[in-house]
């Protein structure tokens, strides 16, 4: 199942915090800081505006990926996993986008 995956990708990334950066992407990245993340997830949120902007499907699918995964490199940086990420979904499940900015201004 995907959602195993993702959680199976959460741990590796938790892994590569403690990694040999000359063998791992995540350990390169995490060791140079969360800067380093940022910009990264800022560069693959750029490619993915281009792909929307594109509707290059293909394309779209992949940059969401990239965008994705160095997010989840930033939440191992953390501590935290896509589990936290989804339980704020489930918390979110069913309640309309529409109301709770009503209930913010109320
Ligand atoms: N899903 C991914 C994944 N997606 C993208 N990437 C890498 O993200 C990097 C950034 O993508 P770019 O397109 O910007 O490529 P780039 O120009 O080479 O990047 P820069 O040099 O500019 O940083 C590339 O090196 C991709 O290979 C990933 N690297 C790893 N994973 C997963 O993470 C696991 C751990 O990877 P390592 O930490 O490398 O062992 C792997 O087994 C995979 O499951």
């Not at 950066?21 to 995490?30: C, D, E, F, N, V």
């Not at 969360?34 to 699918?61: T, Y």
């Amino acid at each position: 199942m995907n959602i195993d995956l993702l959680h199976r990708l959460s741990e590796t990334l938790a892994e590569r915090r403690n990694a040999d950066p000359q063998t791992s992407y995540t350990a390169q990245l995490m060791a140079k800081g969360p800067d380093a993340i940022l910009k990264k997830i800022g560069e693959e949120c750029a490619e993915l505006i281009m792909a929307g902007k594109e509707g290059d499907r293909l394309n779209v699918v992949w940059e969401s990926t990239d965008v994705l995964f160095h997010v989840m490199v930033l939440l191992a940086f953390y501590g935290l996993s896509i589990e936290d990420v989804l339980q704020e979904l489930r918390r979110r499940e069913g309640i309309s986008g529409v109301d709770e900015k009503k209930s913010r201004s109320a």
